[in-house]
């Protein structure tokens, strides 16, 4: 299951980890994230032990979202050692998202 993150939680789960992180920015009125959601929620099933895999609801917890300049959802970022590593903005599929998450396993 993904991890619920929000404004509070942020630094400890995303910042202070040296795992891979990879958030899902979302909102409820959000046609194209509740068609994500399914997927992300499988990533961390599946990648949990490695990934930190995590969603942030913008409406919720705008700190953080206005921090990272999220203008458009869905958008997933990877960071590394509270660095982002790389971006993806809209809609996309399983294996698109497996791609990148091994990619960046394998240069850490």
């Known amino acids: 299951m993904a991890l619920e993150l929000t404004d509070a939680n942020f630094q400890e789960n995303v910042?202070?980890?040296?795992?891979?992180?990879?958030?899902?920015?979302?909102?409820?009125?959000?046609?194209?994230c509740k068609m994500l959601s399914p997927i992300v929620e499988q990533l961390a099933d599946e990648h949990g032990e490695n990934v930190v895999i995590g969603k942030l609801d913008v409406d919720?917890?705008?700190?953080?979202?206005?921090?990272?300049?999220?203008?458009?959802?869905?958008?997933?970022?990877w960071l590394k050692n509270g660095e982002i590593v790389?971006?993806?903005?809209?809609?996309?599929?399983?294996?698109?998202?497996?791609?990148?998450?091994?990619?960046?396993l394998q240069t850490a």
């Open 15 to 32: 910042l202070d980890t040296d795992k891979l992180v990879m958030i899902d920015f979302w909102a409820q009125w959000c046609g194209p």
């Open 60 to 77: 919720n917890n705008p700190d953080v979202s206005m921090k990272f300049g999220i203008r458009s959802l869905p958008t997933i970022l």
């Open 86 to 104: 790389d971006k993806h903005v809209g809609l996309t599929t399983k294996a698109k998202l497996q791609e990148k998450i091994q990619s960046h």
